[in-house]
């Protein structure tokens, strides 16, 4: 539905309930969530039982709320789907990444003193594309080539253009015929094997030049990491890491002094070489342009670009491909899907190579609108900080405290013999015409309108 006509049916819904509901209650309920685009909408009610007395000691229902509906924010990670909810994921990646470089959320802040690189791994070319340039400020031309020519299916090998970054055509291939799309969906597809396995080939190059074996390492060094995908404009994905060295009790010990910042860009940079893999007769392997970069206190690289580059992309997929983001249905036709050229072909390859018997374990098909790739967006090694778990919770707590001194009611003790019972009713997800404008109004977010 057009904007033009969302709008004006908003208004008039909104103006309608509010004959029966005060603004004040929709608007304590839309800053409740934060401004979540699509809240999950619950109906029930929850009873604190003293086990000992049978007395209920407190009582909640949702008939209090507007309309008789609890909204529970959804908690997504895509900002694609809803802004407010990836906002707070972001965040807390930030914060989980930024401890992991100086210290803090019970880590040490010696942790700062040890070597610690942003390491970006790239993947290969699989056909020329459309890109933007850049060199001194100076925007380039995209492929100028004299005398390129034409490939065999009659498309230029050449491309003159200075590319706006707004550009539809960037990451497009100059010729869609030529571009190896099969090797673009596996690669996608075996990325976190390729990790798994550089980081298992940096260890042994590490335990090999300490003159080690590779199990007497962990005795020595601990290596702790927390790692982003990214995908590019071209629709596969590379990822951004950061790698530190510890002592072998983690972030709380000193690393010995033979591991040194050199030593691990060289053991970075010999494993991104030696990683490779072999699916469908395609060569899987990581690309040549491999970037080791020291992070340090006030230098070039900060702590604080570094927590808030890899926090951004936590929150994206690959809408920038101009893909979904939702599952491919069944039922969906793929010719008339809102995607770019580029984008549907590498969906119809995921389709096709997920029908294949031996490229079952991939996946293909349940991925094919991430274009393949099916692992976790961000992820860390067990001591490198803390958790997003334990950010959770300690917010939970803050929250639930808060509450408490609002609403006037008690805390409860560990002692006290409590018995919450609770009964819950799911009734949807997401906000009316009419929710979603106000939600915006309060949170200064665009209003939603896939979500409402």
């Keep these: 539905m057009p904007a033009n006509e969302i709008i004006p049916l908003a208004a008039r819904e909104l103006a309608g309930r509010l ?12 800053r409740r969530t934060g401004g979540c685009a699509q809240p999950i909408r619950l109906r029930g009610r929850v009873d604190y039982l003293d086990t000992a007395t049978g007395e209920v000691l407190h009582h909640y229902s949702t008939s209090r709320e507007p309309g008789g509906v609890l909204h529970v924010a959804c908690k997504t990670r895509r900002a694609s789907r809803c802004p407010a909810c990836a906002e707070i994921y972001r965040a807390d990646t930030y914060q989980l990444v930024r401890a992991g ?32 340039r850049e060199k001194a400020g100076r925007i380039l031309p995209c492929r100028p080539r004299r ?11 050449s491309c003159t253009i200075r590319h706006d970054e707004a550009e539809p055509c960037l990451g497009e291939p100059l010729c869609l015929d030529c571009y190896d799309y099969t090797a673009s969906v596996l690669f996608n597809a075996y990325a976190p094997e390729l990790w798994r396995r550089f980081v298992l080939a940096f260890r042994r190059r590490l335990a090999k030049s300490a003159g080690l074996r590779t199990k007497e390492l962990r005795d020595v060094l601990l290596v702790s990491f927390a790692k982003v995908a990214e995908y590019q404009r071209r629709g ?7 790698i530190r060295f510890d002592g072998p009790d983690g972030p709380t010990c000193q690393p010995p002094c033979w591991a040194t910042h050199d030593r691990l860009d060289e053991a970075v940079r010999h494993a991104a070489a030696a990683v490779s893999a072999t699916r469908a007769d395609r060569p899987l392997r990581w690309g040549e342009q491999v970037d080791v970069r020291p992070i340090t206190m006030g230098g070039e690289l900060t702590e604080r670009a570094v927590a808030g580059y890899i926090a951004k992309y936590a929150t994206k997929a690959a809408e920038c491909v101009g893909t979904l983001d ?28 997920g029908a294949v018997p031996e490229l079952a374990d991939l996946k293909l098909t349940d991925w094919a609108h991430m274009l393949g790739f099916r692992g976790h967006f ?3 090694s067990r001591r490198y900080s803390t958790t ?15 509450h408490e001194i609002t609403t006037g009611r008690l805390p409860y003790f560990d002692e006290d013999q409590v018995l919450k019972v609770a009964r819950w009713r799911y009734l949807g997800q997401g906000l009316t015409h009419g929710e979603a404008l106000l939600t915006a109004a309060l949170s200064g977010q665009p209003m939603n309108r896939r979500a409402a």
């Design 147 to 157: 005398g390129a020519g034409l490939c065999p299916h009659g498309a230029s090998l």
């Design 236 to 242: 596969v994905v590379h990822f951004h890491a950061v």
């Design 326 to 353: 939702r599952r491919i249905r069944p039922t969906d036709d793929l010719t008339a899907l809102p995607v770019s050229d580029h984008a549907r072909r590498l969906i119809t390859e995921c389709l096709r190579l």
């Design 101 to 132: 470089l100086i210290g803090g959320k019970g880590v040490p802040e010696t942790v700062a003193d040890h070597p610690t690189v942003f390491v970006t791994l790239t993947a290969p070319s699989f056909g020329a594309v459309h890109a933007r």
């Design 19 to 30: 004959t029966t509901i005060d603004l004040r209650q929709l608007s304590a309920q839309a």
């Design 378 to 380: 961000s992820t860390k």
């Design 388 to 402: 997003l778990g334990a950010l959770r919770a300690a917010r939970t707590e803050h929250n639930q405290a808060e």
